[in-house]
């Protein structure tokens, strides 16, 4: 009892009561904003402070050596770059320029940031979306079946099936896709972003890991629900297994898995990265894996603020539709 | 005073105790072994991590073949008892490549959770332990790290430092600090309410020896999972890295870079992307069932 | 009359393990009210899941019948025993406090169980009401309407008993019913539910460690010890005359049934005052408000009252966890009210406490002599050798065996735990032991034994107790003075003779009342 009352009670429930529904969501949206101001000043300082030097960086980029450079084209690059300035300023600079939609210029390609994605985005997206969905509904397919299924030769591969597709790489999944569903049974294009069907072995690739890693919270979840008393309690008013879990247990086990919904969209980004490599498609990720490669500084900057902004943008959402989900957090009575 | 769900623990502890004829606590991590070692799953896990470990060290006890060895008449053979994954494109033996691919991946891995390990530890007993501001600042700054996903914030590094094992280790270790401070401060501040840790502190102990003698032994089970888990998880992030092409130098080769380079020859030889790739996903699939098992059995 | 439920030597077996019920036979008649009382391990929750088809995936029958209805179900299917639950047997569980599905209404919930009998829907929102209002709740209305966090712990157990019945079953099973609850309102509950199953002509199957509560109420007794059935029969020939020891053990355990034998209050100098003790919570105001509490050296004060009463935090007070907001503390007449860590710190060689929870008051790395010693190393008291002497004397003297020591925890059971934890306690020879509800998380006979020890403690070591309890039944047997506390203020204290013969304020009458046992003696 001592124990219990050191424990203080869940924040966002005394948020609610304290400020009310409105306070509550004008400050959660605050929360997201600062979380995304400092994911940014955090890319500024890996990507603007942690080289020895910027502006090699920036010019090996265009295949320009810094020796070769008179002094005189030298202030005038580090001029061009804004290098020149204190770092302070840099700083300001750019994230005013970024808060009006100007994320610099690729130094590669000589473009503005900011129409090399607007280009590339909408594939990802669509891939993405697709494979969010698919990650989605086999992660709730196999951990419902895992409870469900009362065979326990069954029960345990649909268990253990989850800690499989997390262990292997993905691009290597997309690579066996590719061998058996492409060279071997001819049914998929390998490789390419033309018409829909290209869209389905890239799509499954990046589903596996994403979906595999859902099912596991979900499993154990779902595990811990069941033993819950009021699952007892449910099944001795004589409800059938079916509606014990589908009712009660799902609903209940699926509300902490919504927690880790950001961290699983997050990975989507990721995931394109190594997809969109293995299966050669025109996207956000092929761009940023181009500018690592080019140390193409201003872009890759801006897919990880990119990145940053979908996991912060997905974790506001699902803490403003928690309390709509969970009514032991919506009720301030 | 059981409930029904609870019953079943109550009868298995029951008939535990009198099975149990030694005491104490040598003989409860005897016994706890022993019902790890009674798992074949844990043994099977347990042997193939043992000997990939042991081949990354010493490669030679397992193959003789040299790694750099080009032999352009034996080039792109399936695998046979000579050539136990075949060759490559150049006839060097793709088994030989593996053994000691392994050395730089898991070099680069052990850094990388070395990294994580130093850093979310002390971060998050830190955060736990002494909460007020030093929590939330703590905490504030691993919800910013949180945000950026692992293998992007890997990518940045590697954007500035340079490409190579050592910064891809680094950028990998700094990309799981946050998850490593997140599950220190959850366990420090679970253990740190228990009963027996507030019977320490009105028996008069000081901070220092609850921290030392009673916190950190208590929370330091599911860190350790979560280091074993971490690792397997480090692995594919370092080949994910090389297989993007920022890893090692060639002809050295990563399991990534092996598993990129054989994408040539997907139609006409798979074997030199698939078993690498296998032999990797075995690898993190056995450190992930390690990882479950000790959870598991700890319980 | 054919019984509604029939076992027959049943034996239950769990993976691996002995038979954790042997050999088990009982029938209970429609409308008859059946206790099975047996401490843990006894095996009555085991009989109980396996009479409901609820074992867990371990358990398997291994012998015996099992008849409900007349029907052989000792090895149905699932579709059977499904057909059962609900509509033949009932279940009001343990802890009303989780028994609900948090996300669902109470209305949906309860209707879900009555459709289960084919009840239309339009029709079944009428029944819902209709069985909450029978199950006492007041306001059916509103209370279908909210969601089991906005119930009191009272008010969810009304709604698990209507949903027990929700399926007008022919017998209802309550497992430890409300024992999660505090005493008055759990006496009030189980009138109810008693009252409600024989109106109705329900059969009550009472699952319970409470030999006296199940007297109050049941027609007979069954007692059960290590999976088998020591005794049974009608219950004034089970308490009135016990046929065997464990029974008589039971009996003696319990002071309703007993009856009181307070200790004598002689005076004594004051060790511990608080003198108008106030504190206030941000948030949730006053929790104790001007309270006057004296340990006497070498007596007991035994501190009683309802969860939120302000007994943990007067508790926490005297432990100097709890800054004051008002009044005074005082050690020995030294003032202590606002003394910090620092100034307390060699205090705590004096004042030593005894947490409620023996499952999670010792370090589970900890081996008993370790733990016992610990507070000897915290304020460098002698060298090794000597404190593994100490450690040694402490467990001899609070009557465990010497090959304890090198135990770990998991290796005792939850008295020899208490028993470790108190000796810990003793280690720098405290003037004070603060005893938060030390016995509340035992068995029956276990709490016997350890008031005993308690007793014996005090004789040996002239050590005062501060004792918080919410059962004034325990209290009984211990307590020299008792205190009454209610919302934070005290209504009552004085010489335990006195507020257990000629009690002053209403809400100790009521505390006094909900003591089971004592309706059963009267009968």
Same mark, same amino acid.
């Given at each position: 009892?001592?124990?219990?009352?050191?424990?203080?009670?869940?924040?966002?429930?005394?948020?609610?009561?304290?400020?009310?529904?409105?306070?509550?969501?004008?400050?959660?949206?605050?929360?997201?904003?600062?979380?995304? *101001?400092?994911?940014?000043?955090?890319?500024?300082?890996?990507?603007?402070?942690?080289?020895?030097? =910027?502006?090699?960086?920036?010019?090996?980029?265009?295949?320009?050596?810094?020796?070769?450079?008179?002094?005189?084209?030298?202030?005038?690059?580090?001029?061009?770059?804004?290098?020149? &300035?204190?770092?302070?300023?840099?700083?300001?600079?750019?994230?005013?320029?970024?808060?009006?939609?100007?994320?610099?210029?690729?130094?590669?390609?000589?473009?503005?940031?900011? &129409?090399?994605?607007?280009?590339?985005?909408?594939?990802?997206?669509?891939?993405?979306?697709?494979?969010? /969905?698919?990650?989605?509904?086999?992660?709730?397919?196999?951990?419902? /079946?895992?409870?469900?299924?009362?065979?326990?030769?069954?029960?345990?591969?649909?268990?253990?099936?989850?800690?499989?597709?997390?262990?292997?790489?993905?691009? *290597?999944?997309?690579?066996?896709?590719?061998?058996?569903?492409?060279?071997?049974?001819?049914?998929?294009?390998?490789?390419?972003?033309?018409?829909? &069907?290209?869209?389905?072995? =890239?799509?499954?690739?990046?589903?596996?890991?994403?979906?595999?890693?859902?099912?596991?919270?979900?499993?154990?979840?779902?595990?811990?629900?069941?033993?819950?008393?009021?699952?007892?309690?449910?099944?001795?008013?004589?409800?059938?297994?079916?509606?014990?879990?589908?009712?009660?247990?799902?609903?209940?086990?699926?509300?902490?898995?919504?927690?880790?919904?950001?961290?699983?969209?997050?990975?989507?980004?990721?995931?394109?990265?190594?997809?969109?490599?293995?299966?050669?498609?025109?996207?956000?990720?092929? /761009?940023?894996?181009?500018?690592?490669?080019?140390?193409?500084? =201003?872009?890759?900057?801006?897919?990880?603020?990119?990145?940053?902004?979908?996991?912060?943008?997905?974790?506001?959402?699902?803490?403003?539709?928690?309390?709509?989900?969970?009514?032991?957090?919506?009720?301030?009575? | 005073?059981?409930?029904?769900?609870?019953?079943?623990?109550?009868?298995?502890?029951?008939?535990?105790?009198?099975?149990?004829?030694?005491?104490?606590?040598?003989?409860?991590?005897?016994?706890?072994?022993?019902?790890?070692?009674?798992?074949?799953?844990?043994?099977?896990?347990?042997?193939?991590?043992?000997?990939?470990?042991?081949?990354?060290?010493?490669?030679?006890?397992?193959?003789?073949?040299?790694?750099?060895?080009?032999?352009?008449?034996?080039?792109?053979?399936?695998?046979?008892?000579?050539?136990?994954?075949?060759?490559?494109?150049?006839?060097?033996?793709?088994?030989?490549?593996?053994?000691?691919?392994?050395?730089?991946?898991?070099?680069?891995?052990? !850094?990388?959770?070395?990294?994580?390990?130093?850093?979310?530890?002390? !971060?998050?007993?830190?955060?736990?332990?002494?909460?007020?501001?030093?929590?939330?600042?703590?905490?504030?700054?691993?919800?910013?790290?949180?945000?950026?996903?692992?293998?992007?914030?890997?990518?940045?590094?590697?954007?500035?430092?340079?490409?190579?094992?050592?910064?891809?280790?680094?950028?990998?270790?700094?990309?799981?600090?946050?998850?490593?401070?997140?599950?220190?401060?959850?366990?420090?501040?679970?253990?740190?309410?228990?009963?027996?840790?507030?019977?320490?502190?009105?028996?008069?102990?000081?901070?220092?020896?609850?921290?030392?003698?009673?916190?950190?032994?208590?929370?330091?089970?599911?860190?350790?999972?979560?280091?074993?888990?971490?690792?397997?998880?480090?692995?594919?992030?370092?080949?994910?890295?090389?297989?993007?092409?920022?890893?090692?130098?060639?002809?050295?080769?990563?399991?990534?870079?092996?598993?990129?380079?054989?994408?040539?020859?997907?139609?006409?030889?798979?074997?030199?992307?698939?078993?690498?790739?296998?032999?990797?996903?075995?690898?993190?699939?056995?450190?992930?069932?390690?990882?479950?098992?000790?959870?598991?059995?700890?319980? | 009359?054919?019984?509604?439920?029939?076992?027959?030597?049943?034996?239950?077996?769990?993976?691996?393990?002995?038979?954790?019920?042997?050999?088990?036979?009982?029938?209970?008649?429609?409308?008859?009210?059946?206790?099975?009382?047996?401490? %843990?391990?006894?095996?009555?929750?085991?009989?109980?899941?396996?009479?409901?088809?609820?074992?867990?995936?371990?358990?398997?029958?291994?012998?015996?019948?099992?008849?409900?209805?007349?029907?052989?179900?000792?090895?149905?299917?699932? #579709?059977?025993?499904?057909?059962?639950?609900?509509?033949?047997?009932?279940?009001?569980?343990?802890?009303?406090?989780?028994?609900?599905?948090?996300?669902?209404?109470?209305?949906?919930?309860?209707?879900?169980?009555?459709?289960?009998?084919?009840?239309?829907?339009?029709?079944?929102?009428?029944?819902?009401?209709?069985?909450?209002?029978?199950?006492?709740?007041?306001?059916?209305?509103?209370?279908?309407?909210?969601?089991?966090?906005?119930?009191?712990?009272?008010?969810?157990?009304?709604?698990?008993?209507?949903?027990?019945?929700?399926?007008?079953?022919?017998?209802?099973?309550?497992?430890?019913?409300?024992?999660?609850?505090?005493?008055?309102?759990?006496?009030?509950?189980?009138?109810?539910?008693?009252?409600?199953?024989?109106?109705?002509?329900?059969?009550?199957?009472?699952?319970?460690?409470?030999?006296?509560?199940?007297?109050?109420?049941?027609?007979?007794?069954?007692?059960?010890?290590?999976?088998?059935?020591?005794?049974?029969?009608?219950?004034?020939?089970?308490?009135?005359?016990?046929?065997?020891?464990?029974?008589?053990?039971?009996?003696?355990?319990?002071?309703?049934?007993?009856?009181?034998?307070?200790?004598?209050?002689?005076?004594?100098?004051?060790?511990?005052?608080?003198?108008?003790?106030?504190?206030?919570?941000?948030?949730?105001?006053?929790?104790?408000?001007?309270?006057?509490?004296?340990?006497?050296?070498?007596?007991?004060?035994?501190?009683?009252?309802?969860?939120?009463?302000?007994?943990?935090?007067?508790?926490?007070?005297?432990?100097?966890?709890?800054?004051?907001?008002?009044?005074?503390?005082?050690?020995?007449?030294?003032?202590?009210?606002?003394?910090?860590?620092?100034?307390?710190?060699?205090?705590?060689?004096?004042?030593?406490?005894?947490?409620?929870?023996?499952?999670?008051?010792?370090?589970? #790395?900890?081996?008993?002599?370790?733990?016992?010693?610990?507070?000897?190393?915290?304020?460098?008291?002698?060298?090794?050798?000597?404190?593994?002497?100490?450690?040694?004397?402490?467990?001899?003297?609070?009557?465990?065996?010497?090959?304890?020591?090198?135990?770990?925890?998991?290796?005792?059971?939850?008295?020899?735990?208490?028993?470790?934890?108190?000796?810990?306690?003793?280690?720098?020879?405290?003037?004070?032991?603060?005893?938060?509800?030390?016995? %509340?998380?035992?068995?029956?006979?276990?709490?016997?034994?350890?008031?005993?020890?308690?007793?014996?403690?005090?004789?040996?070591?002239?050590? %005062?107790?501060?004792?918080? %309890?919410?059962?004034?039944?325990?209290?009984?047997?211990?307590?020299?003075?008792?205190?009454?506390?209610?919302?934070?203020?005290?209504?009552?204290?004085?010489?335990?003779?006195?507020?257990?013969?000629?009690?002053?304020?209403?809400?100790?009458?009521?505390?006094?009342?909900?003591?089971?046992?004592?309706?059963?003696?009267?009968?």
């Amino acid at each position: 009892m001592t124990a219990a009352v050191l424990a203080a009670p869940g924040v966002p429930r005394t948020r609610v009561l304290r400020w009310g529904p409105a306070g509550y969501i004008a400050g959660r949206v605050l929360q997201a904003a600062g979380v995304l *101001w400092a994911a940014y000043t955090v890319t500024f300082v890996i990507l603007w402070l942690l080289p020895s030097d =910027p502006l090699a960086l920036v010019l090996s980029a265009n295949n320009v050596e810094l020796d070769s450079l008179t002094p005189a084209q030298l202030a005038e690059a580090q001029a061009r770059y804004g290098l020149d &300035q204190p770092v302070l300023t840099q700083y300001w600079t750019m994230l005013t320029n970024a808060l009006h939609g100007d994320l610099g210029t690729s130094t590669t390609k000589g473009v503005p940031v900011t &129409q090399l994605i607007a280009e590339r985005l909408p594939g990802t997206l669509q891939l993405s979306g697709l494979a969010i /969905l698919l990650a989605l509904g086999g992660g709730v397919l196999v951990a419902w /079946l895992a409870a469900y299924v009362r065979w326990s030769p069954l029960r345990l591969l649909l268990t253990r099936l989850p800690s499989a597709g997390v262990a292997f790489p993905s691009f *290597w999944i997309g690579l066996l896709l590719i061998q058996v569903f492409a060279f071997g049974l001819g049914w998929l294009p390998s490789t390419g972003s033309a018409g829909p &069907q290209a869209l389905i072995l =890239p799509a499954v690739t990046m589903a596996i890991p994403t979906g595999a890693a859902f099912a596991q919270v979900l499993t154990r979840s779902l595990t811990d629900t069941l033993a819950e008393p009021y699952i007892t309690t449910a099944t001795a008013t004589g409800l059938s297994r079916a509606a014990v879990i589908g009712r009660h247990a799902l609903r209940n086990a699926a509300l902490p898995t919504l927690t880790i919904l950001g961290l699983l969209v997050g990975g989507t980004v990721t995931g394109a990265i190594v997809t969109e490599t293995v299966f050669a498609r025109q996207g956000v990720g092929t /761009l940023a894996q181009e500018s690592v490669l080019n140390q193409d500084v =201003p872009v890759v900057q801006a897919v990880v603020v990119l990145a940053a902004a979908a996991f912060v943008l997905v974790n506001l959402l699902v803490d403003l539709l928690y309390p709509l989900l969970d009514p032991r957090i919506a009720r301030s009575r | 005073m059981t409930t029904l769900t609870q019953s079943r623990v109550t009868a298995a502890a029951r008939a535990a105790a009198p099975a149990r004829t030694a005491t104490g606590r040598s003989a409860r991590r005897r016994a706890t072994a022993r019902a790890l070692l009674r798992r074949p799953g844990f043994l099977i896990a347990l042997a193939f991590t043992g000997f990939v470990i042991l081949s990354a060290l010493v490669p030679a006890w397992f193959t003789s073949a040299d790694p750099y060895a080009t032999a352009p008449a034996d080039k792109l053979l399936p695998p046979s008892a000579a050539h136990l994954f075949g060759t490559d494109e150049l006839g060097r033996d793709l088994f030989s490549r593996v053994l000691h691919g392994g050395a730089l991946t898991i070099q680069a891995t052990a !850094l990388a959770i070395g990294i994580a390990l130093v850093g979310g530890l002390g !971060l998050g007993v830190l955060s736990g332990f002494v909460g007020g501001w030093v929590d939330a600042l703590v905490m504030r700054a691993v919800d910013v790290l949180l945000a950026i996903p692992g293998l992007l914030l890997a990518l940045a590094i590697v954007t500035a430092v340079g490409f190579g094992t050592v910064p891809v280790a680094v950028a990998v270790g700094v990309g799981i600090i946050p998850g490593f401070a997140r599950t220190t401060r959850a366990e420090v501040l679970r253990v740190k309410t228990l009963p027996y840790v507030e019977a320490a502190r009105t028996g008069g102990a000081p901070w220092g020896r609850v921290l030392l003698r009673h916190v950190l032994p208590n929370s330091w089970g599911p860190v350790a999972v979560l280091a074993v888990l971490d690792f397997g998880a480090a692995i594919i992030a370092v080949a994910a890295l090389s297989f993007l092409g920022f890893g090692a130098e060639p002809p050295a080769a990563e399991w990534g870079t092996l598993i990129s380079a054989g994408r040539n020859y997907l139609v006409t030889s798979p074997w030199l992307s698939l078993l690498p790739g296998l032999f990797v996903g075995l690898l993190v699939l056995a450190l992930n069932h390690l990882a479950r098992t000790v959870e598991e059995v700890g319980r | 009359m054919t019984a509604v439920a029939q076992l027959t030597d049943l034996e239950v077996t769990y993976r691996r393990h002995a038979p954790a019920v042997r050999g088990v036979s009982l029938s209970i008649a429609p409308g008859e009210v059946l206790a099975v009382v047996g401490e %843990s391990g006894s095996g009555k929750t085991t009989t109980a899941s396996a009479l409901l088809g609820l074992l867990p995936a371990a358990g398997r029958i291994t012998g015996g019948r099992i008849e409900v209805d007349g029907l052989d179900v000792t090895h149905a299917g699932e #579709r059977v025993r499904r057909g059962l639950r609900g509509r033949v047997i009932g279940l009001v569980p343990q802890d009303p406090m989780v028994g609900l599905d948090p996300t669902r209404r109470v209305a949906g919930q309860l209707a879900e169980a009555v459709r289960l009998r084919g009840v239309p829907r339009r029709t079944a929102q009428v029944e819902v009401l209709q069985l909450l209002h029978e199950a006492g709740v007041d306001d059916p209305e509103l209370r279908a309407r909210q969601y089991p966090h906005e119930l009191s712990g009272g008010l969810r157990q009304r709604v698990l008993i209507a949903l027990a019945l929700a399926g007008r079953p022919r017998l209802v099973v309550a497992d430890e019913p409300t024992s999660a609850l505090d005493v008055t309102v759990q006496r009030r509950i189980l009138d109810h539910l008693v009252d409600q199953v024989r109106t109705s002509g329900t059969a009550l199957l009472i699952i319970t460690h409470d030999l006296a509560m199940a007297a109050d109420r049941a027609d007979r007794i069954v007692v059960m010890q290590d999976g088998r059935v020591v005794e049974h029969g009608p219950t004034a020939t089970v308490v009135g005359q016990p046929q065997e020891a464990y029974t008589r053990r039971l009996i003696a355990a319990a002071p309703g049934l007993r009856g009181f034998e307070p200790r004598p209050d002689e005076p004594a100098p004051d060790v511990l005052r608080l003198t108008g003790a106030t504190v206030d919570f941000p948030g949730s105001g006053r929790v104790l408000d001007g309270v006057d509490l004296t340990v006497q050296r070498g007596r007991t004060l035994a501190v009683v009252g309802e969860s939120g009463s302000g007994k943990t935090t007067a508790l926490r007070v005297a432990l100097g966890l709890q800054r004051l907001t008002a009044g005074r503390i005082e050690l020995d007449g030294q003032d202590l009210t606002d003394a910090g860590w620092k100034q307390w710190r060699p205090l705590r060689r004096r004042v030593q406490l005894v947490h409620q929870n023996p499952f999670a008051a010792l370090d589970p #790395r900890f081996t008993v002599a370790e733990s016992v010693a610990e507070p000897l190393v915290s304020f460098r008291v002698g060298d090794r050798r000597t404190r593994a002497t100490r450690a040694a004397e402490l467990i001899d003297r609070v009557g465990l065996p010497a090959d304890t020591l090198s135990r770990l925890p998991a290796e005792l059971s939850g008295g020899q735990r208490q028993r470790v934890a108190i000796a810990r306690a003793l280690a720098l020879s405290p003037e004070i032991l603060l005893l938060d509800e030390p016995v %509340s998380a035992l068995d029956v006979s276990v709490q016997a034994q350890i008031l005993d020890l308690l007793a014996d403690l005090q004789r040996e070591l002239g050590v %005062s107790y501060l004792f918080v %309890s919410h059962d004034l039944a325990v209290v009984a047997q211990v307590a020299h003075r008792v205190a009454v506390l209610h919302r934070g203020r005290l209504v009552e204290s004085g010489a335990t003779t006195q507020v257990f013969t000629d009690p002053r304020h209403e809400r100790t009458r009521e505390l006094l009342d909900a003591v089971p046992g004592r309706s059963a003696v009267a009968r």
